[in-house]
């Protein structure tokens, strides 16, 4: 595909070295023992997607189009945001063109029983109002922290809105999580489509972005692609919340997650990755092996105190630019299990820790808990714009930028 044929210029030959680096040094930190476990645990994902799959992967989703809503704040009033329904015998999922949010994904549990399984405000009126969470949102330009919305580009430097903390947090105050895209229907999905001038929110070129979703069977794919004619940069990921027990039904923490990472990027106070690339081994961010996402969350540890919990970038083991496992999460209760499989280098695993309990009352009509959905933000590394040694996120003219996710729910009895 002419996309793919492109990719490896995003990524950039830095990429490389430091993969070749990575490689020789998780040999000697990750053992023999870890290494055929997370084989089994993909053995056990492949084996569940066949059996998932034949329940309705070969049939195509049924897509649907609704209207959701007019808006009534700001540039877009008076503008009608759509919503867009994919279906298949395994899983129906709502998609809105307000930033081509994934809105709902109704998931069985081991007793067959369906839940929906992602963060989202009951109408449009209360995604508009929210300014804060990003719930389900295609986050860009440039998806985490810039730092002081600073960055330079062939000698030139930028300056992008500062939203938090004097950083610049997904593309500044009108980000792409806030546009309205335009969007058509495709065989099992929708394509969502934003053209983002020349200047907007101060990233240089415009940006023409393209936002897939399609399901098949179990899994929920996310591909995204970019141009632009001019040099930029470019971090797009998507920022739902997900609670495999279903929105709205407390925390997350019980539920058990394993991460396929052997390092993660610590952060400054503000959030800023410090630049180092530390092993996680024998600290609260191991998760080569399952654990339960509370067990130690409240650890004496100076990153997760900063941070309020998790909310850091998990370095994911294996290429950039190449398909692999970045994580599973199952919850014993329900038995529903999700894993998360990317092309990028990099996870953001926040655990929602700025949710303010009782502040949002969701889809279902519940009132969210601090802590009621953790986001899995497949990504390049935060402020990668200024560590010349992370992946790099700079797309030229001519480039064409493609990244995929997918996201795939099944069940363990
Ligand atoms: C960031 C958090 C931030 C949240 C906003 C996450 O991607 O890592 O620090 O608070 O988005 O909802």
Not at 200 to 222: E, M, S
Not at 240 to 246: C, D, I, P, S
Request: net charge neutral; with cysteine.
């Amino acid at each position: 595909m002419a996309l793919q044929k492109n990719y490896p210029k995003y990524t950039a030959s830095v990429t490389q070295q430091h993969w070749c680096h990575g490689i020789l040094q998780r040999r000697s930190t990750w053992g023999r023992k870890e290494r055929k476990r997370m084989k089994m645990l993909g053995m056990v994902v492949a084996i569940g997607r066949v059996a998932m799959g034949s329940l309705g992967g070969n049939v195509q989703a049924e897509v649907t189009k609704a209207p959701f809503g007019t808006t009534t704040v700001g540039e877009h009033t008076g503008k009608q945001v759509d919503v867009y329904t994919l279906k298949d015998a395994a899983l129906e999922v709502k998609v809105i063109t307000l930033g081509a949010r994934l809105m709902a994904v109704n998931a069985p549990d081991k007793n067959g029983k369906k839940a929906d399984v992602v963060l989202g405000h009951p109408d449009l009126a209360g995604y508009e109002a929210d300014r804060d969470t990003y719930f389900g949102a295609v986050v860009g330009r440039y998806g985490n922290r810039i730092a002081k919305g600073q960055f330079t580009i062939d000698g030139k430097q930028y300056d992008v809105p500062v939203n938090n903390n004097g950083q610049s947090l997904h593309g500044g105050l009108e980000g792409f999580d806030n546009r309205i895209w335009s969007a058509k229907q495709i065989p099992d999905g929708v394509e969502m489509t934003l053209v983002s001038p020349d200047g907007d929110q101060g990233y240089p070129g415009t940006l023409t972005a393209h936002v897939r979703y399609t399901l098949k069977g179990p899994d929920l794919r996310i591909d995204y692609s970019a141009t632009t004619d001019k040099a930029t940069v470019l971090n797009l990921t998507n920022h739902a919340y997900f609670n495999l027990a279903g929105e709205g039904n407390g925390t997350i923490l019980d539920e058990k997650i394993t991460i396929n990472a052997d390092r993660y990027t610590p952060v400054s106070s503000v959030l800023i990755p410090t630049g180092d690339l530390p092993s996680v081994a024998g600290t609260p961010f191991d998760f080569r092996t399952p654990h339960v996402i509370g067990e130690r969350i409240e650890a004496e540890n100076e990153q997760l105190k900063i941070a309020g919990g998790y909310d850091h970038n998990w370095v994911l083991n294996g290429p950039n630019g190449t398909m692999k496992m970045a994580a599973k999460v199952v919850d014993p209760k329900s038995g529903r299990t999700l894993t998360v499989s990317t092309t990028e280098p990099g996870v953001q695993f926040y655990t929602g820790n700025f949710i303010k309990d009782g502040a949002i009352t969701g889809t279902g009509g519940q009132a969210y808990v601090r802590r009621g959905g953790f986001c899995l933000e497949t990504q390049h590394y935060p402020d990668s714009p200024n560590h010349p040694a992370f992946p790099s996120t700079l797309l030229q003219p001519g480039q064409t930028m493609h990244s995929t996710t997918v996201f795939s729910f099944g069940v363990e009895k």
